[in-house]
């Protein structure tokens, strides 16, 4: 955790400016499972809050979650500029501070591959069951194989440099998940897979409890 929150606070201001528009997978996501207004929504790895701010318009309440602080900052910025409201929480993804069952929707995108080891990744999954209400409903994402700039057929641990402007290179660990592997981690934690499927080089699941 300490190794991707340094790394995190270091590139934050840089890699944000680079995240501006929400994925496509997430609007779909949301278009398909939430209808009128729910109580409470989850960003788990809201980095810059631009998921975060779809969530915004959908629910009561709005929360969301990054290990770090830097990358925070930058969604407290982007709510202000943009006039959305978010509850930003500094955590883990492996043990959240949140209330179980609190969350009728969530989304857990380009965050769970930069976990080590697999017991942690599993245990962020568990713990995204746990604070979704019974019946609601997640999209979770990993970089996957099928990823153009890879070539492996099982899933591996790798280093992605991130570049800065003035051309400092900082590595980021990334644990790239072969789609069986996804599926495996995801049955092995207490979600329910409701639908798994590749896009965009990416796995993805919508997930139930």
């Not at 500029?81 to 969530?106: I, K, M, N």
Request: glycine content about 8%.
């Amino acid at each position: 955790m300490d190794d991707v929150r340094a790394t995190y606070d270091h590139i934050a201001e840089h890699f944000a400016k680079t995240r501006e528009y929400p994925w496509p997978e997430v609007e779909s996501f949301l278009d398909s499972n939430v209808e009128g207004t729910v109580a409470a929504a989850l960003d788990l790895g809201c980095g810059n809050g631009r998921h975060a701010e779809l969530l915004a318009a959908l629910a009561d309440r709005a929360v969301g979650v990054d290990v770090s602080r830097e990358l925070l900052g930058t969604a407290r910025d982007r709510g202000r500029d943009r006039g959305f409201e978010v509850d930003l929480l500094q955590a883990d993804a492996a043990s959240l501070p949140l209330v179980t069952g609190a969350f009728d929707v969530a989304v857990y995108v380009a965050t769970l591959h930069h976990l080590r080891p697999r017991e942690r990744r599993v245990a962020s999954l568990d713990e995204l069951a746990r604070v979704l209400a019974p019946t609601g409903r997640a999209l979770v994402s990993a970089w996957s194989t099928a990823h153009d700039r890879f070539d492996a057929e099982e899933g591996f641990d790798t280093s992605v440099d991130w570049t800065l402007p003035g051309g400092e290179t900082v590595p980021r660990y990334y644990h790239i998940y072969d789609p069986a592997e996804f599926r495996a981690d995801l049955d092995a934690s207490d979600l329910e897979p409701l639908d798994v499927f590749v896009s965009s080089g990416n796995c993805y699941a919508v997930v139930g409890v």
